[in-house]
């Protein structure tokens, strides 16, 4: 079918409303459109309004839905989106797209709004073959609604090409129509074979509860027999009960009392080695501060007795009888760090022993880079571990390994600390001269961990 039942409102040459009324109205060869009008009208979409009336059913049904219908209609007439019939909305569409007004021109937008798409891809069809070309392809694809309201529109489109269109898509509407038919068969069947099937579940659902409840009953009756079972063998052992049980009773509670005491005495055990090794852990820590109290004993005895022995010599014009004769003279000792009170006196004493203190507060005023320098030609190097920093003591000792110095520690930064040093270090020579030399041994001196710098 390529032609409605019915005739058209267009004329042959496809003219639209408003060119008809000025052609019928207005005098021969005055007010006609001009060339430039015609040829401007030729580029220009056809709009909704401007179609014939009896293709805006098609195009509402085909190219809307009806829930977009039901958001449009409700604003430009009375009718209730929510109760109307999908009849009423499609009517008053369809009214609304004749009349034209604020109505049509929203279904214009609306259409326009959604199938932007193949609007653009008709736009470059230059003729109606194009056009008609374009439908054909896209009824192949099944994408009928964009491309039929492209077509309706587009300015090359005849009357001829609406009409093709128009038709396929009523033979198209027929069809679906038998499908449905055909479906409603196939419908009704299948809701027939339903029923069968849900008659036949429900049957099978029934002997299921009744097989399920013949099976509870037997369960119950078997574990009613098992208890009747269990307390006939309980009542038939304790009849049967011997003297050897009650032995055996009495053997497992010996049995469980000796476990009891065992346990008793292993936590003892526990506890009483574990006191031990406390004891143990502790006895060492006392013995190495008895052994620390030791030496620092024999250290403060060998000080004592290297003071005693300067005190005696302090009116001796010759010097120090404790030591060998000159033991100090010509002698060029360097001491690094100590205290500014304790220094002077170590220097009063050195002096007086005939030899050089040069003294080195270890880089708190002096500055560190003269250190080297100060024992580049000394004989001895000295340095309490108690007052000076461990930068200091460690450059001291590196330069004292280059230029080949002896260095020693002392205990502390005090002057019987350094007279017991220098009373050990040069006792051998007064021994050799006839001197008597009672000075304690220095075995194991402690030495303390604080250092002027950090603490």
């Known amino acids: 079918m390529h032609a409605p039942p019915f005739r058209l409102a267009r004329t042959p040459t496809d003219a639209s409303p ?37 293709l805006h059913c098609s195009i509402i049904g085909t190219c809307l839905s009806t829930h977009e219908l039901r958001k449009l209609v409700p604003k430009f007439t009375a009718l209730d989106g929510q109760r109307a019939s999908d009849l009423d909305i499609h009517h008053a569409a369809v009214e609304l ?45 099944g994408d009928i609604p964009p ?32 499908a449905n038919r055909a479906d409603l068969r ?13 008659t036949k579940i ?18 119950e009756a078997l574990e009613a027999l098992e208890a009747q079972t269990a307390r006939h063998a309980a009542q038939q052992q304790a009849r049967a009960a011997t003297p050897a049980q009650a032995q055996i009773d009495a053997l497992q509670e010996a049995l469980a009392a000796r476990d009891a005491r065992v346990a008793l005495q292993t936590s003892r055990r526990e506890a009483a080695e574990q006191r031990a090794n406390a004891d143990a852990e502790a006895l060492k820590t006392l013995r190495a501060q008895l052994d620390e109290a030791h030496a620092l004993i024999d250290a403060l005895r060998a000080e004592a007795h290297a003071m005693e022995q300067a005190a005696h010599s302090e ?55 003269l250190l080297a320098a100060a024992l580049a030609n000394a ?13 200091s003591m460690n450059m001291l000792k590196r330069v004292c390994e280059r230029h080949q110095v002896t260095y020693h520690p002392l205990r502390t930064a005090s002057l019987a600390s350094f007279v017991e040093l220098m009373m050990r270090l040069y006792a051998g020579q007064a021994s050799e001269t006839g001197a008597a030399n009672d000075v304690p041994a220095l075995s194991a001196v402690p030495l303390s961990r604080f250092c002027l710098r950090h603490g």
């Open 315 to 369: 009116g001796d014009a010759a010097g120090q009888r404790s030591l060998a004769q000159d033991a100090l003279k010509d002698r060029r000792i360097v001491y690094v760090g100590g205290r500014p009170g304790s220094n002077h006196a170590l220097r009063r004493w050195v002096s007086a022993a005939g030899g050089e203190l040069t003294i080195h507060d270890g880089g708190l005023e002096d500055r560190k880079g």
């Open 186 to 198: 196939r419908l009704v069947a299948l809701e027939k074979e339903n029923a069968g099937l849900q």
């Open 147 to 178: 491309a039929y309201w492209a077509l309706m529109t587009h300015p090359a489109t005849t009357m001829e090409v609406r009409q093709s269109a128009f038709g396929e898509l009523h033979m198209l509407s027929h069809l679906v129509g038998a």
């Open 97 to 141: 797209a004749i009349e034209g007004g604020a109505g049509g021109k929203a279904l214009q937008k609306a259409l326009d709004a959604r199938y932007a798409g193949a609007v653009r891809r008709f736009s470059s069809a230059r003729d109606a073959e194009a056009v008609l070309a374009l439908w054909n392809e896209a009824l192949a694809n």
């Open 379 to 391: 004989d001895l190097a000295v340095f309490p571990v108690d007052c000076i920093d461990h930068d």
């Open 202 to 219: 429900e049957r099978q659902q029934t002997r299921l509860h009744e097989m399920s409840r013949e099976r509870d009953a037997a369960r």
């Open 18 to 54: 408003n060119e008809a009324h000025l052609r019928a109205f207005a005098p021969a060869g005055c007010c006609g459109p001009s060339q430039a009008e015609i040829a401007r009208a030729s580029r220009q979409r056809t709009r909704l309004v401007e179609l014939d009336a009896h």
